[in-house]
């Protein structure tokens, strides 16, 4: 239910269960730390998810089960985090609970522009994953943060970018192409320089 595709040095995993609006399994959640760990030699990492929906978060039945707190959220944010390449979530659609631990460890967002943005752990009864909150505080400070984590809002794609949430809305059929764009200096570029030059933005 992850898809990976090698193009030119970008690596692309996506989010492949539509039907489900693209909620994650913990055998999901281990492909995507092992593709996130195996991409220590790609070029750029670009996740993205198939249909209207990047990710609703964990399902349902194994959040009951345990999965809603489990470490696997925080290790895949941190393996994507610890990426020397760029990173670029390119969010089809709504971004929601535990996947936003993902996207916002990415070193870019583009969304498209239906796309909402929630995290309802508090009304579920969890703590976020423990480096959310200051991943979020860093790119639209502490009170927005607190208005999505405490106040449970739903933000709308347009106040993502004004927030500093996202850094462009695509169209969905430009999303991909945007992303492969971006990406394109990096991917030409001096590997180590490009490392370098991330190291110095972090």
Known sequence: MIALAKTGGIWTATIDRAEKANSLTSEMLRDLIRIAKEAQSARALVLTGRGKVFSAGADLDEARAGLAVSPLWEELSGAIAALPCLSIAALNGTLAGGAMGMALACDLRLAAPHAKFFYPVMKLGFLPQPSDPARMCALIGPARTKLILMGGQKILAQDAL?????????????????????????????????????????
Do not use: H
């Open 162 to 202: 004004q927030f500093g949430l996202i850094d462009r809305i695509c169209e969905p059929s430009a999303l991909l192409p945007d992303a492969f764009e971006i990406a394109a200096d990096s991917v030409a570029a001096d590997p180590v320089l490009s490392a370098q030059i991330k190291a110095l933005c972090s």
